[in-house]
Each structure stands twice: as structure tokens, then as C-alpha cells.
């Protein structure tokens, strides 16, 4: 019995270390949203990046999410936004110039994530994309 919990200890501790590394990919209801092991709602659109961002901007007003800020390089932008509960980091990363990466960490606190929201912020993004 011993033997048991000591191995049970060890596979815990190696998944902890390995966390960093590592993802896992669960299947959404939403049709092929992923998450990261941390908890981080991420898909790949067929668009380019600015109209990501713009369709993304909509979503959010949308939701009634309030955009706090925008952070943009070349390739890259990462968005601020809050609602009285949460934090939540938007990052579109450009992938090639037409398909962009977009990631969602929606935080209710240091510990705890809404996978819910994160995932529903991407697909109200796709769906602003699919009206133009």
C-alpha cells in the first residue's frame, strides 16, 4: 500500500515539472477550441491579424467587456480587458499574413481561470469575422 502512494506521489510531482513544457489539448463544445495545461483558451483563424483585432474589439463591446488597453508589435498584439470579475489578456500573435493565432486568459483571481468566457471572447471573435 506503501509502494502505491509513493508511486502516486511520483507521477503528481513529475506532472507538476513537466507542466511548463507540455499542453494538452481538450476538446471544446465549441468546435475546436484548445487549451493550454495552464488553462489558456486558444485557437487559429484564417484571417489576417488587424482584422482579428477589429472583430475581436467588436466581440468584446459586444459582451459588454470592457477594453482597458493594446499592446501592438509587428506581429503581435495583446489586449487588455476587464469586466468586474475578471482579467483577461487577449494575445493575437500573426501566424503567416493571413491566419493569426488568437489566445484568451480570462483570471478570476491568482488561482482560478473562466475557461467559459475565454472561450466564448474566441468564438464571438469568429463570428464578427464571419459578418464581413
Given amino acids: 500500500m506503501k509502494q502505491n502512494k509513493k508511486t502516486l506521489l511520483l507521477a503528481y510531482a513529475c506532472l507538476l515539472l513537466l507542466?511548463?513544457?507540455?499542453?494538452?489539448?481538450?476538446?471544446?463544445?465549441?468546435?475546436?477550441?484548445?487549451?493550454s495545461l495552464t488553462n489558456i483558451a486558444?485557437?487559429?483563424?484564417?484571417?489576417?491579424?488587424?482584422?482579428?483585432?477589429?472583430?475581436?474589439?467588436?466581440?468584446?463591446?459586444k459582451m459588454g467587456i470592457k477594453h482597458v488597453e493594446a499592446v501592438k508589435t509587428e506581429n503581435r498584439s495583446r489586449i487588455f480587458a476587464e469586466t468586474s470579475e475578471l482579467k483577461i489578456t487577449i494575445d493575437l500573435n500573426k501566424i503567416t499574413p493571413k491566419s493569426t493565432k488568437i489566445s484568451v486568459d480570462a483570471k478570476k483571481n491568482f488561482l482560478l481561470k473562466d475557461k467559459s468566457t475565454a472561450e466564448a471572447i474566441i468564438d464571438e471573435t469568429e463570428a464578427m469575422l464571419a459578418k464581413d
Fill in 19 to 35: 507542466s511548463g513544457c507540455a499542453s494538452i489539448l481538450i476538446a471544446g463544445a465549441s468546435g475546436g477550441v484548445a487549451y
Fill in 42 to 61: 486558444y485557437k487559429t483563424i484564417p484571417c489576417p491579424i488587424e482584422q482579428v483585432e477589429f472583430a475581436n474589439r467588436l466581440a468584446l463591446m
